[in-house]
């Protein structure tokens, strides 16, 4: 792999800074004319190399996915209570 400076572009990098990893890998598919794919796994290499940037998202996805486990449990217990003291 490429020195980390060279590996993504300077605007790639301030996007995965900020956390926004989408648009870190449009920058690179438009810098570098690569597909999807390509673009996604050099982005995943550059964060995979900076342990910064690999907390920042695995934080990022803990959150996403405890907020999604609180609304799955809210909307179990509205379904609960509906077919409690509404259908029953």
Do not use: C, H
Request: proline share 3%; hydrophobic share 50%; charged share 25%.
């Amino acid at each position: 792999m490429a020195e980390r400076s060279e590996a993504l572009p300077p605007e790639a990098i301030d996007a995965l800074q900020r956390g926004n990893k989408i648009e870190a890998i449009k920058i690179v598919r438009a810098a570098s004319k690569l597909d999807l794919k390509d673009a996604k796994d050099r982005v995943d290499d550059y964060v995979k190399n900076d342990p910064m940037l690999q907390q920042k998202f695995a934080s990022a996805q803990a959150e996403t996915t405890g907020s999604l486990v609180r609304w799955l449990i809210l909307i179990a217990l509205a379904i609960a209570g509906y077919y409690l003291f509404v259908a029953g």
